[in-house]
């Protein structure tokens, strides 16, 4: 069945720590990925977006994702988290027909 | 400004009762969506319009209604036929430009239904 994997659930970090988020899809051909974060009780916020070209795409806040093709991949990344990127983060994949399936999130937690 | 608009915010149903969501969205864009999002599932597809007066079932359809009778408005009904309403819903919507690169979904900012 096609789906999109975010493997890990809950992420706990201290601030200024790296982050990186997991996201795997199982659909074949063309594929349109992105990244979307959600504060408690609000919408959803688009972060960034893959289409075709550089596989590493930069999005707003300082965040970065890569896409790899050959472990159909689409991960998160910032270098150094602050207390509000606290969150919760959704990949979604779209195969051109306008509409989006999601993974079912990963909580990040950031220390002080 | 541009956007959409969820209303209400909050919401409690009765058992029994037939409730009606709110959203409403002044960025021109053609295709309208609502999604249902439970703690640990993620965003599921209930419905969605591509343009006024058509709409097709999403993968959790059963005990919802819509219509689009208009470009701006997207209304979902939470039916008595639903049996677990509780949850947290979404409305988003998007251009639909043929060939196009797809800017993806801009979303309101939510409903909370509780059923009591």
């Known amino acids: 069945a096609q789906s999109v994997s975010q493997h890990n659930h809950h992420v706990i970090l201290s601030e200024a720590a790296s982050l990186e988020l997991g996201c795997n899809y199982s659909?074949?051909?063309?594929?349109?990925l992105f990244w979307y974060v959600q504060s408690p009780g609000q919408g959803l916020q688009l972060l960034l977006k893959?289409?075709?070209?550089?596989?590493l795409v930069q999005g707003i806040k300082g965040f970065e994702a890569e896409f790899k093709r050959s472990q159909s991949s689409f991960n998160l990344r910032k270098p150094s988290v602050h207390w509000s990127d606290a969150a919760e983060y959704f990949c979604?994949?779209?195969?051109?027909?306008?509409?989006?399936?999601f993974g079912a999130g990963t909580t990040v937690t950031v220390r002080a | 400004d541009g956007g959409i608009t969820q209303s209400p915010k909050y919401l409690f149903r009765k058992e029994g009762q037939n409730v009606t969501l709110s959203c409403e969205q002044n960025?021109?864009?053609?295709?309208m969506y609502w999604y249902r999002q439970d703690p640990g599932q993620g965003l599921r597809l209930i419905y969605y319009?591509?343009?006024?007066?058509?709409?097709q079932k999403g993968d959790i359809a059963e005990g919802y209604s819509v219509s689009r009778e208009k470009k701006e408005s997207f209304p979902l009904t939470v039916t008595s036929a639903q049996k677990n309403p509780t949850a947290f819903y979404l409305c988003?919507?998007?251009?639909?430009?043929?060939?196009?690169?797809?800017?993806?979904?801009?979303f309101g900012s939510g409903t909370r239904l509780t059923v009591v």
């Open positions: 988003a919507s998007s251009f639909d430009l043929m060939g196009q690169p797809w800017a993806g979904y801009t």
């Open positions: 659909y074949g051909g063309t594929v349109n």
């Open positions: 893959y289409f075709s070209g550089d596989t």
């Open positions: 979604a994949v779209s195969l051109n027909d306008y509409k989006l399936s």
């Open positions: 960025l021109n864009h053609d295709a």
């Open positions: 319009s591509q343009i006024v007066n058509d709409f």
